[in-house]
């Protein structure tokens, strides 16, 4: 019997597992005790995960063997991989010689690991010389992204999962993280019978399992996001709850905010959103003073915890770095306990974005707009340069290969014919390239 430490493969999270195995066959799977973000706990599917790998499921659904259609709509034939990874060069050599390098798109997923990710970066963007690469992440994750870069110049959550046993103050947005991230959700409930001043504020048009958690819940009204926290930061500049040295000394801009939230009264507050007045400033009290203080007392600390229902908005991104200058605005934020912490749905979103994983971004956070930057990578990559023109985004991607500007497209790890939004022009797009390579470990 062999053991093999390695991360779940489902949510963001990122619980670490102990696999279990016996030669080549996987007979179960554990938490890892030692890993910071889970400590052994394990939700219904990770603690399930040797099913997948069962030998009858292989048998039925596991990839073994490249294939290859020669005409669309015949069937499949095994090749070698020698074969395979000869014709993928050779047709993406081709159609690159012949259409230019952004005849080429790459459309990859949170489920790789971050090496692979950057991997495929280097290979897009530093070989065959375009930003025509990007990611599922982008249909979840690019609201967090450019409402981090917007307000704290960079993407990358200021917050860990460690500030839960810190926070004085939880507030819980867009997010049902009993269903979710039900092993993060564990850690709130511990954090909370250890610290039972804790407050938690959950904003949520539903009644979730999560807001059955919340001491103070608003079910606000679908849409209404941003202008909750535009009241809130004017019921905290009314009452006097701003940590005005903070921003003097960190933030520039607050005038311009002032303005912006001038009219988020709470009498238009309250109609717009559906939310009883003595609620609103009792979590503008609770967010800035990081829960319960008294008058006198050091401020709490205050976390907040946010996923898609910010994420998949129209104005998703105003919504992202509203509640980020809730934060700024009150010193909650480079401490223990407190920050804006954005959850994701996918195992390695993250890491992908800090490897370069979108057609607008560069490797190690550097700024595809920012020819230093740029410069930068390309003397690491040994290449002459780097596009500096942002590539397609998934959707774009599509549909420039559907009107027949992209003829190549390379699907790693997800699955857009079932996945990205209208499915008629994703179908149009997979028809009309010349070639498609899909990067898969199952058939189904």
């Given at each position: 019997?062999?053991?093999?430490?390695?991360?779940?493969?489902?949510?963001?999270?990122?619980?670490?597992?102990?696999?279990?195995?016996?030669?080549?066959?996987?007979?179960?799977?554990?938490?890892?005790?030692?890993?910071?973000?889970?400590?052994?706990?394990?939700?219904?599917?990770?603690?399930?995960?040797?099913?997948?790998?069962?030998?009858?499921?292989?048998?039925?659904?596991?990839?073994?063997?490249?294939?290859?259609?020669?005409?669309?709509?015949?069937?499949?034939?095994?090749?070698?991989?020698?074969?395979?990874?000869?014709?993928?060069?050779?047709?993406?050599?081709?159609?690159?010689?012949?259409?230019?390098?952004?005849?080429?798109?790459?459309?990859?997923?949170?489920?790789?690991?971050?090496?692979?990710?950057?991997?495929?970066?280097?290979?897009?963007?530093?070989?065959?010389?375009?930003?025509?690469?990007?990611?599922?992440?982008?249909?979840?994750?690019?609201?967090?992204?450019?409402?981090?870069?917007?307000?704290?110049?960079?993407?990358?959550?200021?917050?860990?999962?460690?500030?839960?046993?810190?926070?004085?103050?939880?507030?819980?947005?867009?997010?049902?993280?009993?269903?979710?991230?039900?092993?993060?959700?564990?850690?709130?409930?511990?954090?909370?019978?250890?610290?039972?001043?804790?407050?938690?504020?959950?904003?949520?048009?539903?009644?979730?399992?999560?807001?059955?958690?919340?001491?103070?819940?608003?079910?606000?009204?679908?849409?209404?996001?941003?202008?909750?926290?535009?009241?809130?930061?004017?019921?905290?500049?009314?009452?006097?709850?701003?940590?005005?040295?903070?921003?003097?000394?960190?933030?520039?801009?607050?005038?311009?905010?002032?303005?912006?939230?001038?009219?988020?009264?709470?009498?238009?507050?309250?109609?717009?959103?559906?939310?009883?007045?003595?609620?609103?400033?009792?979590?503008?009290?609770?967010?800035?003073?990081?829960?319960?203080?008294?008058?006198?007392?050091?401020?709490?600390?205050?976390?907040?915890?946010?996923?898609?229902?910010?994420?998949?908005?129209?104005?998703?991104?105003?919504?992202?770095?509203?509640?980020?200058?809730?934060?700024?605005?009150?010193?909650?934020?480079?401490?223990?306990?407190?920050?804006?912490?954005?959850?994701?749905?996918?195992?390695?979103?993250?890491?992908?974005?800090?490897?370069?994983?979108?057609?607008?971004?560069?490797?190690?956070?550097?700024?595809?707009?920012?020819?230093?930057?740029?410069?930068?990578?390309?003397?690491?990559?040994?290449?002459?340069?780097?596009?500096?023109?942002?590539?397609?985004?998934?959707?774009?991607?599509?549909?420039?290969?559907?009107?027949?500007?992209?003829?190549?497209?390379?699907?790693?790890?997800?699955?857009?014919?079932?996945?990205?939004?209208?499915?008629?022009?994703?179908r149009r797009a997979l028809q009309r390239a010349e070639f498609v390579i899909v990067q898969e470990a199952f058939a189904t």
């Amino acid at each position: 019997m062999q053991e093999t430490r390695s991360t779940c493969p489902y949510c963001g999270t990122g619980c670490g597992v102990i696999i279990e195995s016996d030669g080549a066959r996987i007979t179960g799977v554990r938490g890892d005790p030692a890993h910071p973000a889970n400590h052994g706990r394990l939700c219904t599917k990770g603690s399930t995960l040797h099913l997948t790998a069962s030998p009858a499921l292989a048998r039925q659904t596991r990839l073994l063997q490249p294939a290859l259609r020669t005409t669309r709509g015949a069937a499949p034939r095994d090749i070698s991989w020698d074969a395979a990874l000869d014709l993928a060069a050779g047709r993406l050599a081709s159609i690159v010689q012949e259409r230019g390098p952004d005849a080429v798109g790459l459309y990859v997923s949170g489920q790789l690991l971050t090496e692979d990710y950057y991997v495929f970066n280097k290979l897009a963007k530093g070989l065959i010389g375009t930003n025509n690469i990007d990611t599922n992440s982008r249909l979840c994750m690019s609201s967090a992204v450019a409402g981090y870069k917007a307000t704290l110049g960079a993407d990358a959550p200021p917050a860990c999962y460690e500030d839960v046993d810190h926070a004085d103050c939880l507030f819980i947005v867009g997010s049902n993280a009993a269903w979710a991230h039900p092993v993060l959700t564990r850690r709130i409930e511990q954090a909370r019978a250890a610290r039972p001043q804790m407050k938690i504020i959950v904003a949520d048009p539903r009644r979730t399992d999560t807001a059955g958690m919340a001491d103070l819940f608003l079910p606000l009204r679908p849409g209404s996001d941003t202008l909750l926290f535009h009241g809130m930061l004017h019921i905290m500049e009314l009452e006097g709850w701003l940590d005005r040295a903070y921003i003097a000394r960190h933030t520039s801009g607050f005038a311009d905010l002032q303005a912006l939230v001038r009219e988020a009264t709470p009498e238009r507050v309250s109609e717009v959103c559906g939310l009883p007045r003595h609620d609103l400033f009792q979590a503008a009290q609770w967010f800035a003073l990081g829960g319960d203080a008294r008058d006198g007392a050091a401020r709490g600390a205050t976390l907040s915890l946010y996923c898609q229902g910010l994420n998949q908005s129209s104005n998703g991104t105003a919504k992202n770095a509203a509640l980020i200058g809730l934060h700024l605005a009150t010193g909650q934020i480079g401490r223990a306990g407190a920050g804006p912490f954005s959850l994701t749905g996918q195992p390695n979103a993250m890491g992908g974005r800090e490897v370069g994983g979108l057609a607008n971004l560069l490797s190690a956070h550097r700024d595809l707009a920012n020819p230093a930057h740029r410069a930068e990578v390309a003397a690491l990559w040994g290449v002459d340069a780097v596009p500096s023109r942002p590539g397609k985004t998934a959707v774009e991607m599509f549909e420039a290969a559907a009107e027949g500007e992209i003829r190549a497209l390379w699907i790693a790890c997800t699955n857009p014919a079932q996945s990205m939004p209208d499915q008629a022009l994703v179908r149009r797009a997979l028809q009309r390239a010349e070639f498609v390579i899909v990067q898969e470990a199952f058939a189904t």
